[in-house]
């Protein structure tokens, strides 16, 4: 892998893979929704459907098929730390991709017929995910843990906010950062990097440097009470959700909490793109024992998310019919206070690290994923966080995980939310 | 082209050649398939174990028999407990992924080409030899029910579930839910899991494909040595009932007042996956509801009218006529509207057809994305598992392109003819609306 910075500040990393014949290409900008103040939030995302809405030199109606002919998929996602983008495709269309990035970094139209079209869009976005009771209780209970980070609001912004966001906003939003010293592009594939380089250079060379952003946030102050919400809306089934502060993903708790987690509900591995694919290993994990097996919960997840600040390790459970929420929650803070007093076995360790071991091979199997996560760890750190994370993983011992699940599971550092569901009217 | 040049400079470039996927297939003297493809890219292996004994092999009435097998099988088996089988996939990182769909029931894993031997041994034995506990049976019914609750709250899975019982009425197959009721689950009794495990899978109905870093030869050994030695006789086949066409059009509504958007369901019945005018059907449903972001229907009713996070169509051409389900999740105000939407879109595709532009533009796509979906051991290891289900052929990767290619304008505008009608579609809406 080879990683080169423009004269304009573009952080370039490109790496070769010759399996198929394949390129993919992101752009990532650190960019995301802790960026966003007040009356404004969701605007990240909503920048980023505009950002597939036409540029100067790509028409509206030709933005249809740009790279659909080279039989490729496009995409794009936005979170708390970054905004990303990406095009794969047969590698004779990097030129393509290329071309459709730099017009995205700098040309967008932001037409106001789209902005209005899109507001409805994303607030039928919105709607669609609160009618999943799980995800409902997810962005409450984030909102609960944190009182002053940015990370508290949902990405894809309040309701409120969305009514009311202007053209202006979001394009004065977008031109703020979107410029070349903000943005890391990544290619990975089928390609020579001397030659990719080259054109990285055409496309992207002529972009004027901006202003960096100052990221300036309100640092979370240490929680100091267990805190609590239950949300109770019409619903057939109960679930209950934890959230403890975490380390993000330069802090040394960070692997420690991560074999964990994997001790705890199986390891899912570093992607988020591609993680949630195939559910984790974890018919053996100590959760999945205490909750699943002894019928308690249908379901249980834990979710520890590589993050630039200090985000949550938040486990999910779903519980099953006629079982009280009580009776769930006891059970698994049972379990967490018995890995915090306890710590965890040494085979237990040695089977957290084979599971993360297999999970890192089978998370980089294709272009598309190995080229998110140069992206991803570059944005929210740097790349050397994934090229080291197999050492760092092996680096783990027993007692630094004890350490970490005492430190992270203490009770005044939880959130714990219930959603209630009340039976239909 | 440049940064600076415009879209019409544009010039396209043929997609670079690729070769054939070229498994190797054998055929064991017990009737078990396998088909076999050495890959490089990481050293893992996939495996997809399919059994023909879908969710349509349920006996009637009760629909959910082998959903519940498929929760129960991997939880025992006469030489191995559940823990023990728990601790053999979790110490190798290994999530075993137990899939039922209409007539296929499916084993898939990854694994490190490390592990591929005694993984392999172990799904077999799973497979060929489950021991079905009480015990587990038991816990897994508590995860159905639960399930089945979760789905009724999910207009999403309500509305498409009531479109294919409407379409495939009867307790005909396709319109029955694989999950079954919760009064069926909490009836089913171990004996009659065992009942269908031992009348459905047999090594006739099974086809094996294993694509990764093994050599084929060698994944040919392994598979004659753990299956080699399994004796039962075919069973019978499926008798499956042709699916009626809708005569007149039809409405359902489902109040969920509880639900912030609808979900709307609208769909026919469609195309079996050997009907001659498959390839025609499948460039017109990715012309109708597919390309680029949901086809004509995602740039009327999510681009051009702002009413929709989503809005595409599926084609699940099958055995028998599958169906074409249009979906869209739309705001409680906007649903009257977004029927309508789809109702002229189904009236313009079937009075004045597709353009040939449309046609070829659909066609690149989908030929040019081959090698993309074709990439990982998985995406291969499934594709080849289709391919011999529907009798497609090994070299059916490479023929692929030129089956698309043959499509006539002609025969994509008579595939939307045949199926598409405004007078005669199923509307199921599921959410926070009321007539």
């Known amino acids: 892998m080879r990683r080169t910075t423009l004269d304009n500040g573009l952080t370039v990393l490109i790496q070769e893979e010759h399996t198929a014949p ?3 290409v992101w752009c990532w900008y650190r960019v995301g929704s802790k960026d966003e103040r007040p009356g404004l939030t969701g605007v990240s995302h909503w920048c980023e459907h505009m950002n597939f809405k036409g540029t100067e030199n790509i028409p509206r109606d030709q933005v249809k098929g740009i790279i659909e002919e080279y039989g490729g998929s496009w995409n794009g996602y936005t979170w708390i730390d970054q905004t990303t983008y990406l095009e794969t495709a047969t590698r004779d269309a990097l030129d393509r991709m290329l071309f459709i990035e730099s017009e995205r970094m700098a040309r967008c139209l932001y037409h106001p017929d789209d902005v209005e079209s899109e507001r409805t869009v994303i607030i039928s976005e919105l709607q669609g995910g609160e009618n999943d009771p799980d995800q409902l209780l997810d962005q409450e209970l984030t909102a609960t843990a944190f009182k002053a980070h940015t990370y508290r609001h949902p990405t894809i912004g309040w309701l409120s906010d969305l009514k009311t966001m202007t053209r202006d906003d979001l394009y004065g939003y977008y031109r703020r950062y979107y410029v070349p010293n903000n943005a890391t592009l990544v290619i990975v594939g089928d390609v020579d990097t001397d030659a990719a380089l080259a054109r990285v250079e055409r496309h992207f060379g002529a972009i004027t440097t901006g202003t960096a952003p100052a990221r300036a946030r309100t640092p979370e102050p240490e929680q100091t009470g267990e805190r609590r919400l239950v949300i109770c809306k019409e619903g057939t089934t109960a679930y209950l959700k934890v959230g403890y502060h975490a380390p993000s993903a330069t802090d040394a708790d960070f692997y420690p909490l991560l074999i964990l987690d994997a001790v705890l509900t199986g390891a899912k591995g570093l992607n988020l793109w591609s993680s949630f694919r195939v559910p984790p290993p974890q018919r053996s994990a100590r959760l999945y024992r205490a909750l699943v097996e002894r019928g308690l919960a249908s379901a249980v997840y834990g979710s520890l998310l590589p993050t630039e600040d200090p985000f949550l390790y938040t486990i999910s459970a779903t519980a099953t019919e006629r079982t009280p929420l009580a009776a769930v929650e006891a059970a698994l803070v049972e379990e967490l206070d018995r890995a915090s007093h306890d710590g965890i076995t040494e085979a237990e360790l040695k089977k957290a690290k084979a599971q993360l071991r297999a999970r890192m091979v089978f998370d980089t199997d294709s272009v598309t994923n190995i080229a998110h996560q140069l992206g991803y760890f570059e944005t929210i750190g740097s790349v050397d966080l994934f090229v080291d994370a197999p050492a760092r993983i092996a680096a783990v011992s027993a007692d630094a995980v004890a350490g970490a699940a005492r430190r992270v599971f203490a009770q005044s550092n939880r959130t714990i939310g219930w959603f209630d569901p009340l039976p239909a009217a | 082209m440049s940064s600076s040049g415009r879209m019409s400079d544009a010039v396209v470039q043929s997609a670079p050649a690729r070769r054939g996927l070229e498994p190797s297939r054998t055929v064991l003297d017990n009737g078990v398939v396998l088909l076999a493809k050495r890959t490089s890219t990481t050293p893992a292996v996939a495996m997809n174990l399919a059994v023909r004994a879908g969710s349509a092999f349920d006996p009637p009435g009760r629909a959910g028999l082998t959903w519940l097998l498929s929760r129960v099988i991997d939880r025992g088996t006469a030489a191995q407990s559940a823990a023990d089988i728990a601790e053999e996939l979790d110490s190798r990182g290994i999530t075993l992924t137990i ?9 898939v894993c990854t694994c490190l080409a490390d592990d591929f031997e005694p993984v392999l041994a172990l799904v077999a034995d799973i497979l060929a030899a489950p021991s079905l506990p009480d015990a587990e049976i038991a ?14 709250d999910n207009p999403a899975v309500r509305a498409n579930e009531a479109l294919m019982a409407l379409l495939y009425p009867d307790e005909h197959p396709y319109g029955r839910r694989t999950k079954g009721s919760i009064e069926l689950v909490e009836s089913l009794a171990r004996e009659e899991l065992l009942r269908q495990h031992a009348e459905r899978f047999a090594p006739s ?17 392994l598979v004659a040595r753990v299956f080699g030695g399994w004796r039962k006789p075919p069973p019978p086949p499926l008798a499956l009932p042709l699916p009626v066409r809708a005569s007149a059009r039809r409405r359902l509504v489902l ?3 509880n639900k912030s958007q609808a979900d709307i369901a609208y769909g026919f019945v469609a195309a079996r996956r050997r009907d001659p005018d498959y390839y025609a059907c499948w460039l017109m449903n990715n012309v109708f509801g597919q390309y680029s972001i949901g086809g004509r229907l995602g740039d009327s009713i999510r681009e051009r009218q702002g009413m929709a996070y989503y809005a595409s169509s599926a084609l699940d051409a099958n055995v028998v006529d599958g169906p074409l389900a249009i979906r869209a999740g739309v705001s409680p105000a906007n649903v009257d509207r977004a029927v309508a939407s789809i109702d002229r879109e189904v009236a313009a595709i079937v009075a004045d057809g597709i353009t040939q532009k449309e046609l070829d533009d ?3 796509f989908l030929v040019g994305s081959i090698p993309r979906a074709l990439e990982t051991n998985a995406a291969i290891a499934n594709f080849l598992q289709i391919a011999e289900f529907f009798d497609l052929g090994l070299d059916y990767d490479a023929r692929l392109p030129a089956l698309l290619g043959s499509v006539t304008l002609d025969e994509a505008n008579a595939a939307a003819r045949r199926i598409l009608d405004v007078d005669r579609a199923t509307v199921v809406i599921a959410g926070p609306y009321q007539d």
């Open chain 1, 22 to 24: 394949l390129a993919s």
């Open chain 2, 99 to 107: 899939a039922v769909t209409r007539h296929l029931f499916s084993l």
């Open chain 2, 139 to 152: 816990t897994r019914k508590g995860e159905v029910v639960t399930a089945i609750r979760q789905d009724g």
């Open chain 2, 205 to 221: 109905e099974l086809t094996a494909v294993v694509v990764g870093d093994v050599e084929p030869e060698r994944t040919r050994d």
């Open chain 2, 255 to 257: 109040p969920m007042m």
């Open chain 2, 362 to 364: 659909s066609r690149r």
